[in-house]
């Protein structure tokens, strides 16, 4: 019996919740196997237990938060490059003599900046838009030891309990009336 200890999170209909296998709370979750063999009830609880299960894709979920911190830190930069540029034109208006025709220069140019500045943060956040659930919960999960090995247990003892059934179905399986006398 090949069983991989892979389990790929679904959730069936908010209307239809069954009782989790290890506490009996309702829930809508449940942990099947990628060849769907063997499937069962969990709550959300017990996802988040460690020593419940692991899951298996936390590559690729680092790697998207990295990806989105790095996205963080570009927007900061260009935000810290629009403040600096904001100070200097102000250094420099203030200089001027001329306070108008230099503020609506100002003016004008921290309009611009600040339409560049807009255009560069929708650039960069569009750039990296990546779908992301409502929820922290990975989609595949590796189960412990014990529980993996109950789960093997299980549907062992259900292929026993099959076996037995059909033989005791099968009439040439039990032995034959003796035909000798008895003595």
């Given amino acids: 019996m ?23 709370k309702p829930t809508t979750s449940v942990l099947i196997t990628p060849d769907k063999k063997d499937y069962f009830y969990v709550c959300q609880g017990h996802l988040k237990d460690r020593g419940f299960c692991s899951s298996v894709g936390d590559d690729a979920e680092a790697a998207a938060r990295k990806k989105k911190e ?15 540029k904001i100070e200097k034109k102000r250094k420099k208006a203030k200089e001027k003599k001329n306070v108008d025709e230099d503020e609506k220069k100002a003016d004008n140019e921290n309009e611009r900046a600040e339409k560049d500045k807009d255009e560069r943060i929708k650039q960069i956040t569009s750039q ?56």
């Fill in 2 to 24: 090949s069983l991989t200890n892979i389990w790929h999170l679904r959730k069936v209909a908010e209307t239809l919740p069954k009782a989790c296998d290890i506490c009996y």
């Fill in 70 to 84: 790095e996205m963080d830190r570009e927007i900061e930069l260009v935000k810290k490059e629009y403040e600096e």
């Fill in 128 to 183: 990296g838009v990546a779908p992301t659930n409502n929820e922290d919960i990975p989609r595949v999960f590796s189960l412990q030891k014990v529980f993996y090995q109950k789960r093997l247990d299980r549907i062992r003892n259900a292929e026993m309990a099959k076996r037995n059934r059909e033989r005791a179905k099968n009439p040439t399986v039990f032995p034959s009336v003796p035909t000798g006398g008895l003595g």
